[in-house]
């Protein structure tokens, strides 16, 4: 039961990440029209269209850093092994299989939920 709510959290998390992402880039899209009409208004109302586009650029490079973010966590996660079960540990080899599968699911979670501090610490966004 534990391994189904740990399951279900995580996906559930990942989803929404993944999907607050989308949803906010067709956001600046349906804007856009409007940041790129400031453009031959002066300079200051032109920032208006460099912040559109430095926040459009960046919610598009967050959608590659999660996805880089799953592809490099789920080959890392593939090599994490609890060792060789021998003596007692084969009898509860299913319930070590799923404790490794857990953590497996939470440091995935907890990459993809950091791909956008990751991003804006790294390149200052």
Same mark, same amino acid.
């Given at each position: 039961? $534990?391994?189904? *709510?740990?399951?279900?959290?995580?996906?559930?998390?990942?989803?929404?990440? /993944?999907?607050?992402?989308?949803?906010? $880039?067709?956001?600046?899209?349906? /804007?856009?029209?409007?940041?790129?009409?400031?453009?031959?208004?002066?300079?200051? /109302?032109?920032?208006?269209?460099?912040?559109? *586009?430095?926040?459009?650029?960046?919610? &598009?490079?967050?959608?590659?850093?999660?996805?880089?973010?799953?592809?490099?966590? %789920?080959?890392? &996660?593939?090599?994490?092994?609890?060792?060789?079960?021998?003596?007692? %540990?084969?009898? /509860?080899?299913?319930?070590?299989?799923? $404790?490794?599968? +857990?953590?497996? +699911?939470?440091?995935?979670?907890?990459?993809?939920? %950091?791909?956008? *501090?990751?991003?804006?610490?790294?390149?200052? $966004?």
């Amino acid at each position: 039961m $534990l391994f189904f *709510i740990v399951c279900l959290v995580c996906s559930g998390i990942i989803f929404f990440t /993944v999907y607050a992402r989308y949803l906010q $880039l067709y956001m600046i899209v349906a /804007v856009g029209p409007i940041a790129w009409a400031t453009i031959p208004g002066g300079h200051g /109302v032109s920032n208006t269209a460099s912040a559109w *586009i430095r926040t459009f650029l960046a919610k &598009c490079f967050e959608i590659v850093i999660i996805a880089l973010a799953i592809s490099i966590g %789920g080959a890392m &996660c593939k090599s994490i092994s609890f060792g060789d079960l021998t003596g007692i %540990g084969e009898l /509860v080899d299913g319930a070590i299989q799923a $404790l490794q599968s +857990m953590a497996t +699911m939470i440091i995935m979670t907890g990459a993809v939920k %950091g791909a956008d *501090i990751f991003m804006h610490r790294t390149f200052g $966004l």
